[in-house]
């Protein structure tokens, strides 16, 4: 699937997996405006005679292309200095970026809430849209059709079978849905027409993103009609590019990775991505903690445990019942995590250990990574299992 300290917790894309390092973006250009309504047809039936009727609509303007073909200064600049840094052929990252289309859904859909439109972050309505019944259930079947799987995963990688199993779930229903944006034109479009100007270490993400893909193409991992997220999040576990460069693994051990119709590759990859990113063996995601009163002075909002054991119990904390006091948590880092109700002025919190802040690298935010837990806990429960 970078982002400050409360945005953290909407659920939208903050979501990107594989942030690369930000890097000065290259110049912006302004987003293309619209075009102006064309002037109706004057189209001949089948007898001769002229009816007055519609155009077809104007086609979507190029994210890459002058109106005279040539790639826009800026995607120019942008292709020699990724040619240059990735060792690629100039004329191949050409033609790769050449004939892409603005796509005005993905700029519409990535724009936060006009001026003056408050959305208020609530954690039980974020909740509702992801552990819910229909998810569960189906969340129950996927798990009891590819337990082995699941459970080789989890051996390798030592993430659990039902957290694996949710994250799929939270991303695209067990696959049901990865997205049908070209991929291509959802990075170009956030590449160099992103809605917000003044947000350049977005620009840059996508920059880098866009990047990734291309190296993805040309080394033949990847179609160039690859479709995914309006974000460029790609298969069943919604990759983005530079995880796949990354992290991704072959799963089933056919020489290719292939996360939207290869399950082995989708599940293992899944392990791979959250091992890579912290995650400890046997560790809960959440640690049965009992919080002081009003906890909120422990909370950082960060995506780091900033807490320990000690500093909770000076400042009230105790185990929860039946908690072992052996536990190898106690002796990790620990973050108090406030899952708010914003239009309430509350929230709940609790205790997440290294394995709460490795999903928050999957997607950056709080209401994402409890969901992913949530859920997670509810499949366990249905096929019967503990973790």
């Not at 020699?80 to 005005?104: C, E, F, I, K």
């Not at 509702?128 to 337990?147: A, C, L």
């Not at 293992?268 to 990113?277: D, E, I, P, R, T």
């Not at 006091?325 to 205790?351: F, H, I, K, N």
Request: proline share 9%; glycine share 10%; hydrophobic share 45%.
């Amino acid at each position: 699937m970078f982002i400050c300290r409360r945005i953290l917790q909407l659920g939208i894309l903050a979501a990107l997996t594989g942030c690369a390092a930000s890097k000065p973006p290259a110049p912006l250009a302004a987003v293309p405006t619209a075009q102006a309504a064309p002037a109706p047809a004057l189209t001949p039936d089948a007898n001769g005679a002229i009816r007055i009727g519609p155009s077809a609509p104007a086609p979507e303007p190029s994210s890459t292309e002058t109106p005279t073909g040539q790639l826009r200064p800026e995607v120019a600049a942008y292709a020699r200095d990724l040619a240059a840094r990735a060792g690629l052929p100039l004329a191949q990252v050409q033609a790769s970026l050449a004939g892409s289309t603005y796509n005005a859904t993905v700029a519409r859909l990535i724009a936060p809430a006009p001026p003056g439109r408050k959305v208020w972050r609530s954690w039980l309505t974020y909740r509702s849209r992801f552990v819910e019944p229909k998810r569960i259930r189906w969340g129950i079947d996927f798990y009891q059709d590819n337990q082995a799987l699941l459970e080789r995963a989890a051996q390798q990688y030592g993430v659990p079978a039902p957290i694996i199993a949710a994250i799929i779930g939270v991303e695209t229903i067990y696959g049901r849905n990865m997205g049908s944006f070209r991929v291509m034109d959802a990075l170009t479009t956030l590449a160099f027409d992103y809605p917000q100007p003044a947000r350049p270490e977005r620009v840059q993400l996508f920059r880098d993103q866009l990047g990734d893909f291309i190296v993805l193409v040309l080394q033949g991992k990847l179609e160039l009609e690859t479709r995914g997220s309006y974000a460029g999040a790609i298969g069943m576990p919604q990759f983005m590019p530079g995880s796949i460069l990354r992290y991704a693994v072959d799963g089933d051990g056919d020489g290719h990775i292939d996360l939207a119709n290869s399950l082995p590759d989708a599940i293992m990859s899944v392990g791979s991505f959250l091992a890579q990113h912290g995650w400890q063996r046997g560790a809960p995601v959440f640690a049965p903690v009992v919080l002081p009163a009003d906890p909120s002075a422990l909370a950082s909002g960060g995506l780091q445990p900033t807490q320990d054991w000690p500093r909770l119990q000076a400042a009230g904390a105790r185990l929860g019942a039946g908690a072992n006091p052996g536990a190898a948590w106690l002796s990790m880092p620990l973050g108090v995590v406030d899952l708010v109700e914003e239009a309430r002025g509350t929230a709940q919190y609790r205790t997440g250990t290294p394995n709460f802040f490795a999903l928050t690298q999957y997607n950056r935010s709080y209401f994402y990574a409890t969901s992913v837990s949530d859920l997670a806990d509810a499949i366990a429960t249905g096929v019967g299992v503990s973790y």
